[in-house]
């Protein structure tokens, strides 16, 4: 089966699980796994920051992120089609106490003055502290629902400036910031020397089982710490899952282009066929949405898996189709042939 709907579908080789094997391990609530601290501390480093903290999950490194930057009550600023706001069960607002505010973005890129309107200022004749303070910016890097978006770095770093001019924090979501530098032609810290957190996945294109790490300043962390426990995220011998991260952040990044490469000619080939929306020039990751003119998405989706290729339908007649590790070349010229065959030629 060709699995094209997400890259957390990968799967650890032989390497990465030998890697796992051989970890050296501790208590990690006791900040006793070597593994673990090795990787946060190699992972701060590319970053660009001071410390970092293993996490079972993206949703949970951003989560911390908001809450440690937070206190209920206070108002956040994200895309209206964020990650955090989309696809981590309200919890900006059910676990943390924040409210919202959306930017209207066109695929999840946005600049300062987006930014500047929605941050709360005095007003004449208005009675102070009507409006909950506004703490934290939320950018994400590449942008999930904006089709694996990369933010044009001048772009993020003004964006990211004029939320400061204003008193926020910034965090970026960058679970596939990998990704971001990659297709940027940048080192992952040209990116994160903006925020004050950034969160990153080991589970999507570098194709390890499970984790993500947030990172900053180091009372930042200590901080996070605090609210990672608090949100059931503290792990004991968790250096036999930090050790496939390590595996990944030494052999699965600079391969990265080899899943836009693919992503890029899925693109390409679904634009020549009939009855299907789609601009191959927005596709600039490894994440592509099409939409389908005269088929739902759902019976696209499972006439596909009848010939052995797994799609993701997310609406009535829209499809995203994602590249990963597991994906080789021979199988995209095969998910092609069942695209063709299914939908028919131009």
């Known amino acids: 089966m060709i699995d094209l709907r997400s890259d957390t579908v990968t799967r650890p080789g032989p390497a990465?699980?030998?890697?796992?094997?051989?970890?050296?391990?501790?208590?990690?609530?006791?900040?006793?796994?070597?593994?673990v601290r090795t990787l946060e501390e190699r992972t701060a480093e590319i970053l660009g920051k001071e410390a970092g903290l293993f996490v079972p999950s993206g949703t949970m490194a951003n989560q911390?992120?908001?809450?440690?930057?937070?206190?209920?009550?206070?108002?956040?600023?994200?895309?209206?089609?964020?990650h955090i706001l989309l696809y981590e069960r309200a919890a900006p607002t059910a676990v943390s106490g924040v409210m919202p505010r959306l930017v209207q973005s066109a695929a999840g890129v946005f600049d300062g003055d987006a930014v500047r309107a929605l941050v709360h200022g005095p007003l004449p004749g208005m009675p102070a502290g009507l409006f909950p303070?506004?703490?934290?910016?939320?950018?994400?890097?590449?942008?999930n629902a904006g089709g694996g978006t990369v933010w044009p770095?001048?772009?993020?770093?003004?964006?990211?400036?004029?939320?400061?001019?204003?008193?926020?924090?910034v965090h970026c979501d960058g679970a596939r910031l990998w990704n971001?530098?990659?297709?940027?032609?940048?080192?992952?810290?040209?990116?994160?020397?903006?925020?004050?957190?950034?969160?990153?996945?080991?589970?999507?294109?570098?194709?390890?089982p499970i984790g993500s790490l947030l990172a900053g300043s180091r009372a930042?962390?200590?901080?996070?710490?605090?609210?990672?426990?608090?949100?059931?995220?503290?792990?004991?011998?968790?250096?036999?899952?930090?050790?496939?991260?390590?595996y990944a952040l030494d052999h699965h990044r600079e391969r990265l282009a080899e899943d836009h490469a693919h992503a890029r000619k899925l693109a390409l080939a679904l634009a020549d066929l009939p009855g299907v929306a789609i601009d191959p020039a927005r596709v600039e990751t490894n994440i592509l949405y099409f939409r389908l003119e005269k088929m739902a998405a759902a019976?696209?989706?499972?006439?596909?898996?009848?010939?052995?290729?797994?799609?993701?339908?997310?609406?009535?007649?829209?499809?995203?189709?994602?590249?990963?590790?597991?994906?080789?070349?021979?199988?995209?010229?095969?998910?092609?042939?069942?695209?063709?065959a299914i939908l028919g030629r131009g």
């Open 16 to 35: 990465m699980r030998a890697a796992m094997a051989a970890a050296e391990v501790g208590d990690d609530v006791y900040g006793e796994d070597p593994t």
């Open 64 to 82: 911390v992120a908001i809450r440690a930057h937070s206190e209920p009550g206070d108002e956040i600023i994200a895309d209206a089609h964020s």
């Open 133 to 143: 303070p506004t703490r934290l910016l939320c950018l994400e890097n590449t942008h």
């Open 153 to 169: 770095l001048p772009t993020f770093a003004e964006t990211a400036r004029e939320a400061r001019r204003h008193g926020l924090r």
């Open 180 to 208: 971001a530098a990659v297709a940027a032609g940048v080192p992952e810290k040209a990116y994160a020397e903006h925020c004050d957190s950034v969160a990153v996945c080991f589970s999507k294109g570098l194709g390890a």
């Open 220 to 246: 930042f962390i200590d901080r996070a710490r605090r609210f990672r426990g608090m949100f059931g995220g503290g792990m004991r011998q968790a250096g036999v899952i930090a050790a496939a991260a390590l």
């Open 299 to 340: 019976r696209f989706a499972e006439a596909c898996e009848a010939r052995g290729v797994r799609v993701l339908p997310i609406g009535v007649d829209t499809v995203r189709l994602v590249t990963h590790l597991d994906v080789a070349p021979a199988d995209v010229t095969r998910a092609i042939e069942v695209f063709t």
